[in-house]
């Protein structure tokens, strides 16, 4: 962790440790959250294997809503707000690197 006063440049310093404008090894990850937890009990791997339950869903999703594309009873605007959803889908699995989630806990 990192301690410091409001406004001393803690968060800055991550940034730039994350986005690796400060050299580090090519074989150490890092990750920042912008947006804090609320206190739990939860281990960090518990945390982090939730995500796991999301993943699930949204794959599902993508299936089913992958399935209907080639309806020809759908319409054009149909088939475009199907795209639009399981673009949607993939953008927040990359996000949530769900992939390799239990390997980085």
Known sequence: GMLGLN???KTTVLRAIASRMVPIPKNIDCYTVEKGM???DKTALQAVLEVDD??????KEAEELSAKLGDDSLTEEQQTAISDRVSEI???LDEM???T?????
């Open 7 to 9: 406004g001393t440049g």
């Open 38 to 40: 609320d206190k739990t």
């Open 54 to 59: 999301e993943v699930k869903e949204l794959e």
């Open 90 to 92: 993939y953008e927040r």
């Open 97 to 99: 690197d769900a992939e």
């Open 101 to 105: 989630a239990e390997m980085r806990a």
